[in-house]
T-cell receptor, first 116, second 114 residues
């Protein structure tokens, strides 16, 4: 079974530029998550989708971050414009459904973003 | 607000020695508890989880964790560490009511010496 795919794996941009990350979840997984992992910290949930609807985006900086999951499969996370503090690894995860105690989240390898 | 504390940033263990990684949580009610491992360049993988019942939980790769309500702790253990266990380990919690989302600790990096 193929895992969660993410691209690109690495990205270096200058501040104020824009960037987009792509995630392809495991086939059949209805729930998709985007996490931000800053160096020295644990992952922090940015946004959670159930199919193509947003379940939680309370920690997404909506003035600069946006995410979509068209057709309930692939997802894109965008940052525009980027700030230095956005340097982090962006992890995508998926699960069959959203109940964390019942359904394991499977994580992709992440995209490491460096903002200079 | 719920929080997770992993007091050890780095731990070095000799191969074959036992391992214990500490995790403490702060929450009004006992949350669901998880341990994840993150190997270099890879995503997180679930090792084990606890939500009720037996306080000693068995996981994959020979890991186990013990829930102690009186100490608000959920420490991860392994009796004999292998070099391949070198990785970063994250404790996480999720509330047992309402909307469930994972809140991660800051992680403990495990180094294994020969």
């Amino acid at each position: 079974e193929a895992g969660v795919a993410q691209s690109p794996r690495y990205k270096i941009i200058e501040k104020r530029q824009s960037v987009a990350f792509w995630c392809n979840p495991i086939s059949g997984h209805a729930t998709l998550y985007w996490y931000q992992q800053i160096l020295g910290q644990g992952p922090k949930l940015l946004i959670q989708f159930q199919n193509n609807g947003v379940v939680d985006d309370s920690q997404l900086p909506k003035d600069r971050f946006s995410a979509e999951r068209l057709k309930g499969v692939d997802s894109t996370l965008k940052i525009q414009p980027a700030k230095l503090e956005d340097s982090a690894v962006y992890l995508c995860a998926s699960s069959i459904q959203g109940a964390v105690i019942l359904y394991e989240q499977y994580f992709g390898p992440g995209t490491r973003l460096t903002v200079t | 607000a719920q929080s997770v504390t992993q007091p050890d940033i780095h731990i070095t263990v000799s191969e074959g020695a036992s391992l214990e990684l500490r995790c403490n949580y702060s929450y009004g009610a006992t949350p669901y508890l998880f341990w994840y491992v993150q190997s270099p360049g890879q995503g997180l993988q679930l090792l084990l989880k606890y939500f009720s019942g037996d306080t000693l939980v068995q996981g994959i790769k020979g890991f186990e964790a013990e829930f102690k309500r009186s100490q608000s702790s959920f420490n991860l253990r392994k009796p004999s560490v292998h070099w391949s266990d070198a990785a970063e380990y994250f404790c996480a919690v999720a509330p047992n009511t309402g909307f469930q989302k994972l809140v991660f600790g800051t992680g403990t990096r495990l180094l294994v010496s020969p």
